[in-house]
Antibody, heavy 122, light 108 residues
């Protein structure tokens, strides 16, 4: 069955950096666009980035543009998000999510990981 | 930017009730609207995509309608496992992905 497992979250100081990962299994990872979506504690959901199936195309929400970098390694079935210049308002659970259909950017996410918490505090 | 609003922000209901949640877009978005369910401490779950298509495995008591700016999610007979927060989400093919603020469905 499809599995997405995030890791790498933790406590980081303001201005610091962190790289979170998402290990995918149960499907042909290289066929799907992948996304990162976050949720601040007690708040709603915010899409922050996608990467194309090949890795050639990426896009970011304005709130993270220039600070976060999405990448993938299709040989390792892994998705990454590098977070830099972190601020307190980046504190959130970060979810990786897979598009519902292969080969397309739909913005419709049928598979989600369990999330990894990034806590930015001094 | 397109803004999404939901009403109510919360509601209290009983098992067996029919409930309706509304989502409104600040401009017409055709049927580019999804609905998700989220339980505490869990990832969101896709319920409805493209305004009215039921995701595989989702019970038929869930339904979605609407197009343009006004959309609804209906649960025809609320079950104990349906107490959760529901989010609408706009999507398009130029990476505009915006969630509504959510509607919390609580037990009366």
């Amino acid at each position: 069955q499809v599995q997405l497992v995030e890791s790498g979250g933790g406590l980081v100081k303001p201005g610091g950096s962190l790289k979170v990962s998402c290990a995918a299994s149960g499907f042909t990872f290289s066929d799907y666009y992948m996304n990162w979506i976050r949720q601040a504690p007690g708040k709603g959901l915010e899409w922050i980035s996608y990467i194309s199936d090949s890795g050639d195309y990426t896009h970011y929400a304005d709130s993270v543009k220039g600070r976060f970098t999405i990448s993938r390694d299709n040989a390792k079935n892994a998705l990454y998000l590098e977070l830099t210049s972190l601020r307190a308002d980046d504190t959130a659970v970060y979810y990786c999510a897979r598009e519902r259909s292969s080969g397309w950017l739909l913005g419709t996410w049928s598979q989600w990981g369990q999330g990894t918490l990034v806590f930015v505090s001094s | 930017d397109i803004q999404m609003t939901q009403s109510p922000s919360s509601l209290s209901a009983s098992v067996g009730d029919r409930i309706t949640i509304t989502c409104q877009a600040s401009q017409a978005i055709y049927n580019d609207l999804n609905w998700y369910q989220q339980k505490p401490g869990k990832a969101p779950k896709l319920l409805i995509y493209d305004a009215s298509s039921l995701e595989t495995g989702v019970p038929s008591r869930f339904s979605g309608t609407g197009s343009g700016t006004d959309f609804t999610l209906t649960i025809s007979s609320l079950q104990p496992e349906d107490f959760a927060t529901y989010y609408c989400q706009h999507h398009d093919n130029v990476a505009v992905f915006t969630f509504g603020p959510g509607t919390k469905v609580e037990s009366k």
